[in-house]
């Protein structure tokens, strides 16, 4: 097992499918050695999310509670909604050697950064723009007021795509998931992560 396991950062703008990517990959890669951390949401349910493993679905009362007393890694809002990462649930399987994917806004993402310089941030990009609409009209979960707010905030994230240290285009489900696995395994094998074995065979 790896000295100490790597914090992975997961962030595209809405319609790029980093949730479909997410659940191809724990189909097909899914191991004892990864989790996704699961964020606390003010917003509702979207048909299909379910509750405690899509997000935590809680109010604006409960999120500032726990905003006030540090339990967040990071925060942030977005479209009105408030969005945080746990904190104590990422730190605590670090530790234990295990990879924690945390799928972000870029505002959480470079917070994160921030106070953890060891993370490893991945950026999921649409094959176009065109293709990043069709998506978000086809989701028919939203109104159109809302699905125009979303592809404008989208093209300022997409700006935000070369402070990232890996970017995956997903074109193609398949492709762009055996494209994140690579990064997680090559940061799985860096010599960092791996001081105890060489150290035991290296004498």
């Not at 989790?35 to 999310?49: F, H, I, L, M, N």
């Amino acid at each position: 097992m790896i000295d100490k396991g790597s914090l992975i950062i997961l962030s595209g703008p809405s319609g790029t499918g980093k949730g479909t990517l997410l659940a191809e990959f724990k189909k097909v890669y899914g191991s004892e050695s990864i989790v996704y951390s699961v964020s606390d949401t003010t917003r509702a349910p979207r048909p299909g999310e379910i509750p405690d493993v899509s997000y935590h679905y809680i109010t604006n009362e409960e999120f500032n509670i726990k905003k006030e007393n540090g339990g967040y890694l990071e925060y942030a809002s977005f479209c009105e909604n408030q969005y945080g990462t746990p904190k104590k649930f990422v730190l605590d399987n670090l530790e234990k050697g295990i990879d924690v994917v945390l799928e972000i806004e870029t505002v959480g993402a470079r917070k994160v950064k921030e106070s953890y310089p060891d993370a490893v941030m991945v950026f999921i990009l649409p094959p176009s723009l065109d293709e990043l609409k069709r998506r978000l009209i086809g989701r028919a979960t939203e109104s159109m007021e809302i699905i125009e707010k979303r592809f404008e905030a989208a093209k300022e994230e997409l700006k935000l795509a070369p402070l990232y240290d890996y970017v995956v285009v997903n074109d193609s489900i398949e492709k762009a998931t055996y494209e994140f696995y690579s990064v997680i395994t090559a940061e799985r094998l860096k010599t960092k992560n791996n001081k105890k074995i060489i150290s035991e065979v290296c004498k």
